[in-house]
């Protein structure tokens, strides 16, 4: 099985940036993509950001030029560096993979930006 775990998650002001980074441990050869989700109170949880094993990389349009999702090969980790943030990127971040058996989330980091 693929493990995986969210860092980066806080409180900023609006306009500032924050850095999540997703480890993942186990499978790591079985994972085929990776997803950035997000999920706001009463909302549903939605795509944020992916990124496939072939470096092919997709946002919502929501936060298409302000966010962006990388990967670091060698340390497993897939990052999303969240820039301009506005108080509606407020939600608990979720990290996915798509694992050539099905998928695995991470626990999630709270990201909270102030107006």
């Known amino acids: 099985q693929v493990q995986l775990v969210e860092s980066g998650g806080g409180l900023v002001q609006a306009g500032g940036s924050l850095r999540l980074s997703c480890a993942a441990s186990g499978r790591t050869l079985s994972i085929k993509a990776v997803g950035w989700y997000r999920q706001a109170p009463g909302k549903e949880r939605e795509l944020v950001a992916s990124i496939t094993y072939g470096g092919i990389t997709n946002y919502a349009d929501s936060v298409k030029g302000r966010f962006t999702i990388s990967r670091d090969n060698a340390k497993n980790t897939v990052h999303l560096q969240m820039n301009s943030l506005k108080p509606e990127d407020t939600a608990v971040y979720y990290c996915?993979?798509?694992?050539?058996?099905?998928?695995?989330w991470g626990h999630g980091t709270q990201v909270t930006v102030s107006s």
């Open positions: 996915a993979a798509d694992a050539d058996y099905g998928s695995e």
